[in-house]
Nanobody, 124 residues
Framework: QVQLVESGGGLVQAGGSLRLSCAASGRTFTDATMGWFRQAPGKERTFVAA????????YYADSVKGRFTISRDNAKNTVHLQMNSLKTEDTAVYYCAANWRRGIRIVANEYDLWGQGTQVTVSS
C-alpha cells in the first residue's frame, strides 16, 4: 500500500519548535518531490515547503523562509519539517504530499499522494 504517514504535531508556545516527520512507503520515492502544505480552519490548503528527493533541492513559502527547514532521510524513507520560531499564525493541519512531476511544485492539486495530516497548534 502506497502511503504517507505524518507525525510530530502538537501544541507549542509561540517562539517554540516542532519537528514533523513524514514516513513514505509502498513505492519508490527517490524520483519524487515531497511537499508540506498546511490548512487553517476556514482557509485553503497552502504550500509550505518542498524538496526534491533525488537532488535535495528545497523551496519555501516566503512566510516560513528562515524559520522552517525541510530535509529527507534516504535510509528511513522519511521527510522532515523542522519548524522554529513558531508563530500563532502557523497554527494549522500540516499535510505531507508527493508528486512525480518534473520540477518543484507548489500547487496542491499537482500532488498525487497525501498523508492524513497532523495538527500543529501554536499558543500565544
Amino acid at each position: 500500500q502506497v502511503q504517507l504517514v505524518e507525525s510530530g504535531g502538537g501544541l507549542v508556545q509561540a517562539g517554540g519548535s516542532l519537528r514533523l516527520s513524514c514516513a513514505a512507503s509502498g513505492r519508490t520515492f527517490t524520483d519524487a518531490t515531497m511537499g508540506w502544505f498546511r490548512q487553517a480552519p476556514g482557509k485553503e490548503r497552502t504550500f509550505v515547503a518542498a524538496i526534491s528527493w533525488s537532488t535535495g533541492y528545497t523551496y519555501y513559502a516566503d512566510s516560513v523562509k528562515g524559520r522552517f527547514t525541510i530535509s529527507r532521510d534516504n535510509a528511513k524513507n522519511t521527510v522532515h519539517l523542522q519548524m522554529n520560531s513558531l508563530k500563532t499564525e502557523d497554527t494549522a493541519v500540516y499535510y505531507c504530499a508527493a508528486n512525480w512531476r518534473r520540477g518543484i511544485r507548489i500547487v496542491a492539486n499537482e500532488y498525487d499522494l497525501w498523508g492524513q495530516g497532523t495538527q500543529v497548534t501554536v499558543s500565544s
